[in-house]
């Protein structure tokens, strides 16, 4: 890959405002796809089929084979609108987008066009700074999925410089609801923390209505995030480029980063930007070029002749607007008020995206600190290290009743981690693997005074030293009584026992 200069970020502020607009695309938990009976692998329950294995002649795209709109779809559909503040349509369309699918048979993607399900609405995001933004959402549409392609032979795992591609059919089809924005303007600076704010939000959204698993690293909620500069008071937008699939929160603040540096470098060299797709690469940090952006009258849509309209009643839109959770940005505010955190500790919270999973934890019995303990510690450290979402590790109730053990006394920090180790292993709650391993904390005086006493006669120059006011030097023995109890001793209980054996004898 040439390499590709780029302006400092801060001079490319003083030259270029930046406008940002962001396509974010929601996989929904139905059971079926959107327009056909076959099982939806966007449902963790069908997550890792077999390729080419969740299909029906709708999905392949067989001759006479006609599609079928699911209504549950519709209906999550209709709460993602009311979600983000939008209008919901009386009357909906699909259509038909056109262009070559090598991952979609039909070769025409259904669709949303002039009449999507949802429009004009408005989503409040609050940034680390504290800074709050309400992005302006123009629409929010239905659609289907395409497949997967997996490219094979060559370097990168894309299709350049690939031998042959395979392709799997089973995500063809399933329900998608693509969530557009207005351009977005006046950020400046806090663009990239903008972007990657507001996917945070939707995914809190989609989660909270739970219409989704929202899994960035399994493809459920995907951002193309477009970027265009525009002179420092020139009215008229930039050519804007799209960097596509973008996959993880932390990527989609670099993407963005990124592509204002390039952009204002290339501006400012008095060159020009193409409209185009951009790819993401992870390991450089960089974008590069994909294919020409086509415009709307590029894919010629048209009305989906085999689909009637949608149009919901204004009872089944009351129910689910009736049915709302409470705002993400409420829900933030209220939490952190009522577990006591302060802005840092509440902000690791928030950026670890394990916010759900601490209050279903507190919910469980365990307090906020314990809870924020162990999923921004030694539960995030776990999945780090496998690779693995968080929440696919343990569950709050489990992590619940290991604060609890801890608090009782039953265990150790040190013991809890084995504790939980076992619990990711698949060996049982927390409880049981106690008892299983026999790992809960030696609560009997008589036996820890018995290893104290043994210490210390094996070290009589420690004896000396703590009887002479030397009170540190009762790590030594401390150290020697947590060995011989294998770990299994409360260290606070058995220093308090070392000095009132020291100075009764």
């Known amino acids: 890959m040439a390499r590709v200069e780029l302006m400092d970020f801060d001079r490319a502020l003083e030259l270029f405002e930046p406008v940002i607009g962001l396509e974010v695309h929601v996989e929904l938990n139905t059971a079926t796809k959107m327009f056909s009976p076959a099982p939806n692998p966007a449902n963790d329950a069908n997550h890792g089929a077999e390729p080419n294995t969740l299909v029906t002649p709708v999905c392949l795209g067989l001759p006479g084979s006609l599609p079928v709109v699911n209504g549950e779809a519709v209906r999550k559909s209709i709460s993602l609108g009311l979600a983000l503040g939008c209008e919901i349509a009386p009357s909906s369309r699909f259509a038909r987008k ?106 809190d959204i989609a989660l909270s209505l739970g219409i989704s698993e929202a899994r960035m690293e399994r493809g459920n909620l995907r951002c193309d995030a477009n970027v265009s500069l525009r002179p420092r008071g020139q009215e008229q937008f930039g050519t804007r480029t799209e960097t596509k699939n973008v996959n993880s929160f932390r990527s989609i603040e670099r993407a963005v980063r990124y592509e204002i540096q390039r952009q204002a470098a290339i501006l400012a060299a008095g060159g020009i930007i193409t409209q185009e797709t951009r790819h993401w690469h992870e390991d450089t940090g960089s974008t590069s070029p994909g294919r020409p952006k086509s415009d709307a009258d590029d894919y010629r849509y048209f009305p989906e002749p085999d689909l009637l309209p949608v149009v919901p009643s204004a009872e089944l839109i009351e129910e689910l607007r009736a049915a709302l959770p409470e705002a993400p940005a409420a829900r933030r505010r209220r939490l952190k008020q009522e577990w006591g955190f302060s802005d840092d500790e509440f902000q690791i919270v928030a950026n670890s995206g394990m916010l759900n999973e601490l209050a279903a934890t507190v919910a469980a019995g365990a307090t906020p600190a314990a809870a924020r303990k162990w999923w921004t510690g030694e539960i995030a450290r776990l999945a780090n290290a496998a690779d693995r979402d968080a929440s696919s590790l343990v569950s709050p109730t489990h992590v619940a009743e290991l604060a609890q053990l801890v608090e009782a006394g039953t265990l150790t920090d040190r013991l809890a981690r084995q504790v939980l180790e076992g619990v990711v292993a698949g ?79």
């Open 427 to 505: 060996e049982g709650s927390p409880q049981e693997i106690v008892d299983a391993r026999g790992l809960a904390v030696v609560s009997d005086d008589g036996a820890l005074v018995a290893a104290i006493d043994e210490a210390l006669a094996a070290q009589p120059d420690v004896l000396a030293k703590i009887r002479d006011g030397k009170v540190q030097a009762a790590g030594a023995v401390i150290g020697a009584v947590m060995k011989a109890m294998q770990g299994k001793a409360d260290a606070a209980r058995v220093r308090e026992l070392v000095l009132e054996r020291a100075n009764a004898e």
């Open 98 to 203: 056109n262009y070559f699918y090598p991952d979609l048979a039909k070769n025409y993607q259904i669709s949303q066009y002039d009449e999507p399900i949802a429009f004009d609405g408005e989503v409040e995001v609050e940034l680390e700074n504290g800074r709050v933004f309400r992005v302006p959402i123009e629409r929010a549409h239905m659609e289907e999925d395409a497949g997967k392609l997996t490219h094979v032979g060559g370097s990168t795992g894309r299709i350049q410089g690939a031998e042959y591609s395979l392709v799997d059919y089973n995500r063809a089809g399933v329900p998608l609801v693509e969530i557009v924005t207005r351009p977005v303007v006046g950020a400046e600076a806090d663009a990239p923390a903008l972007a990657r704010a507001y996917v945070s939000t939707i995914r």
